[in-house]
Structures are given as structure tokens and as C-alpha cells.
């Protein structure tokens, strides 16, 4: 039996909580895997900064794998993701190789932006990923403009725009809000709610801690999600892109998720207890729920879900292995890729 069957988790149906439409066989084993890929690559990164080997921040993905997921699941091509710091599990959601995300963290010339961006600034347009952004609710601005691009151009391209419940009492966030309903730009705001941001609880950060109604003064529609179950996720965004989509403008959508580490890894998180921690792993955690459901419905033992692991595992130790022999960049990459020329 999969992990962790009590509580909210164990209640879950077979085809997702809270009604969601059903998932096939396929299409379960994929969010299985991605979202595994995320938290094994995530649990070697952090002993590689405890190593020494990642400078800088590092702030980890692990809890709140269905996100990136669920969104990535309904994301057309050329629909734009852009996010904060917290940025490692929406790269390789996105579908960056786990070598180049690995390099870039370690700072390796092998790095998607060769070994010049570390954690929180990698980027690659391939892959339609558009940073992740250190400057707290920075990226919400930035991804408002893409929207606007996506207008102007007439492509039909979403853009998802992601930041926490830290940024989401930044000022420019409103301005966002504001520029995006006005022009009804086809942006969704997705609100990561893991309730501490950088180590304050939302209750005692934020006056109206229902961050999908703070677009509610701007017209904007939102709602909560269960950030903890990639289905519903999945079923939460495609609704939203379609609102954008349609010319509906901007839709906000919170995802009530849970962090297990600290904020980054510098963080001893004393602010919460040992045993919030073990309940929410214990009860509600996104991979264990995904297991659960395919093992109702018969599409994996105990066997498959351990060989696919023994794979993803495989994958992050050559991720690993390649980052470490990967070269440091040369001294001249100093002043490459500082300057682009202008279309005339």
C-alpha cells in the first residue's frame, strides 16, 4: 500500500480529491515520475550545498512538487513560465535537462546559462522557462510584460506567472495586477501559499491571508487549490489558461502547499514544529497521494514504483556526476551575453 494513507491524503479517490476529473494510466505514471524526478533532484542538490559545492542561496522544491507539475500538464507550447528563487522543480517541469540544471547550480561552464547564473537565475528560452528571479515579486512585473507581448503579438500564448506568499504583499504585484486586468493581459498568476515565506507565518505577515481574492479590488477572478494534488492543480490551471486564453484577461490561482525544509538552506526553520512538519509528510504529500492512486486502480505495484525510482535516481546521479567534472567557465564569460543586438 502506498505511504502515508491517513488524513486528508487517505480520504482521496481514485479520481482526485474534491471531484477532479480522473487521469489515465499514462498520464499518472508521468506526474509520478516528474514530480519524483523534482524531489530526488532536489534532495542531491541540497547534500551537494552541504558539500560546499553550490554557492550562494539554494532554496529547494521539496513538498511542493504537484505544482509545476499540474500546471506543466496543461501548458501549451510556447506558453511562458517564470518564477522566483524557488525555481529548480519548475526548470526541469518545464523540461530542462537535469545535467544542465545540476551544472548551473554548481556554477559549471556545462550550466544552461554556463555556470553565469547559479540557482536563482537560470533561463532558457527552449524550454519556454524565463528565470527564476531573486529580487522578491520581481518576476510578477516581468511576467505581466511577456503577457503583454503575448497580446500584442496575437499568439495566443499564456503566460504563468509564479511567486509566494511572501511576495504577494510586494507593491509591484498590484501594479501587475492593476496594468494586467486593465489591458486584460493573458496572464495567471499563481500564488505558491507554502504559509511562511521567507520564516513568518501568513497569519501574522498578512491581513487577508485568501491570497486568490487580493485581485478582487481589480476584478480579477481567483481561487484556492489544493497545491498538494497535482490533479487538482492540473484541473485549477487548465480553467485559468482558458480565461486567459479567451481574451478574459489575468486569473489568479493560490496554491495552498507546504514547504519541508527551510526557507533556503541556511534556514533551521525553528519557527514551526518537528511534528507540523512529519503531519503534513505524513498526510498530504503530493507524491505519496499519485501512488496512492495507481495503486487503486491496479497500474503499479510496489515493484514498478521502486524501478522507477531506481531510474530517476540513476538520472540525478549522472546529473550529479556531470556537474561535478563539468569545467568552471572561462574568466571571459565576464562579458558575454551582457548586451544583445537590437532588431533594426
Known amino acids: 500500500m502506498a505511504r502515508g494513507q491517513t488524513g486528508e491524503a487517505g480520504r482521496r479517490k481514485a479520481n482526485g480529491a474534491d471531484g477532479n476529473a480522473a487521469a489515465g494510466k499514462d498520464e499518472l505514471l508521468k506526474y509520478y515520475r516528474d514530480m519524483l524526478l523534482i524531489r530526488r533532484f ?21 513538498g511542493q512538487e504537484a505544482i509545476a507539475v499540474g500546471v506543466q500538464a496543461i501548458k501549451e507550447p510556447g506558453d511562458q513560465v517564470i518564477t522566483g528563487y524557488r525555481d529548480h522543480g519548475h526548470m526541469l517541469a518545464c523540461g530542462m535537462d537535469p545535467r544542465e540544471v545540476m551544472a548551473e547550480l554548481t556554477g559549471r561552464a556545462g550550466g544552461s546559462s554556463k ?23 520581481g518576476q510578477v512585473s516581468l511576467g505581466a510584460g511577456l503577457a503583454l507581448a503575448n497580446k500584442y503579438r496575437n499568439n495566443g500564448k499564456v503566460s504563468f506567472t509564479y511567486f509566494g506568499d511572501g511576495a504577494a504583499n510586494q507593491g509591484q504585484v498590484y501594479e501587475s495586477f492593476n496594468m494586467a486586468e486593465l489591458w486584460k493581459l493573458p496572464v495567471v498568476f499563481v500564488i505558491e501559499n507554502n504559509q511562511y515565506a521567507m520564516g513568518t507565518s501568513i497569519e501574522r505577515s498578512s491581513s487577508e491571508t485568501r491570497l486568490h481574492k487580493r485581485g478582487v479590488s481589480f476584478g480579477i477572478p481567483g481561487e484556492e487549490v489544493d497545491g498538494m494534488d497535482v490533479l487538482a492543480v492540473r484541473d485549477a490551471a487548465r480553467k485559468a489558461a482558458e480565461h ?11 496554491m ?6 527551510g526557507h533556503s538552506m541556511s534556514d533551521p526553520a525553528k519557527y514551526r514544529t518537528r511534528e507540523e512538519v512529519d503531519e503534513v509528510r505524513k498526510t498530504r504529500d503530493p ?12 497500474w503499479a505495484d510496489e515493484a514498478a514504483l521502486k524501478a522507477i525510482d531506481a ?23 565576464l562579458y558575454t551575453d551582457v548586451y544583445t543586438e537590437a532588431a533594426q
Open 256 to 261: 495552498k502547499t507546504y514547504r519541508y525544509r
Open 287 to 298: 507524491i505519496d497521494h499519485v501512488e496512492e492512486l495507481l495503486e487503486q486502480h491496479g
Open 115 to 137: 555556470g553565469k547564473g547559479g540557482s536563482m537565475h537560470m533561463f532558457s528560452t527552449e524550454a519556454d522557462f524565463y528565470g527564476g528571479h531573486g529580487i522578491v515579486g
Open 311 to 333: 531510474e530517476v535516481k540513476k538520472i540525478v546521479a549522472d546529473a550529479a556526476e556531470f556537474a561535478r567534472t563539468s569545467p568552471e567557465p572561462e574568466p571571459s564569460e
Open 42 to 62: 532536489e534532495e542531491r542538490a541540497g547534500q551537494l550545498y552541504g558539500m560546499g559545492l553550490i554557492g550562494g542561496f539554494c532554496h529547494l522544491y521539496i
Open 244 to 254: 486567459a486564453r479567451s481574451g478574459q484577461g489575468p486569473y489568479i490561482l493560490e
